[in-house]
Nanobody, 123 residues
Framework: HVHLVESVRSSVHAGGSLRLSCAAS????????MGWFRQAPGKEREGVAA???????SYADSVKGRFTISKDNAKNTLYLQMNSLKPEDTAMYYC??????????????????WGQGTQVTVS
């Protein structure tokens, strides 16, 4: 049974940094596409960043230059380094997995494996 577990909830002041992690079981993060999504109250889930098996990455315009997605294949873990955080980054963050990100890497409808989510609050 595939399982994605995100790091515990975090809060930080505007301008600060956080690193989210997502540990995977029953799948190999190095062999598939992994991504981060977020959903704020009353808003649709949106793609934040994705990294494919070849290391290619995609980012939402709103986080380019501030967020970095990466994978540690030895630890089978996905990360999201978030810098220069803004209050509008406040949301529930989810990690996700799919076979490949050739199409629509940030389209949440195309992803089929999800973690339980972790709350990030920027004040």
């Amino acid at each position: 049974h595939v399982h994605l577990v995100e790091s515990v909830r975090s809060s930080v002041h505007a301008g600060g940094s956080l690193r989210l992690s997502c540990a995977a079981s029953e799948l190999i993060v190095g062999d598939i596409c992994m991504g981060w999504f977020r959903q704020a109250p009353g808003k649709e889930r949106e793609g934040v960043a994705a990294i494919d098996s070849d290391g290619s990455t995609s980012y939402a315009d709103s986080v380019k230059g501030r967020f970095t997605i990466s994978k540690d294949n030895a630890k089978n873990t996905l990360y999201l380094q978030m810098n220069s955080l803004k209050p509008e980054d406040t949301a529930m963050y989810y990690c996700a997995a799919r076979r490949t990100c050739v199409t629509g890497p940030l389209n949440h409808f195309l992803w089929n494996v999800w973690g339980q989510g972790t709350q990030v609050t920027v004040s």
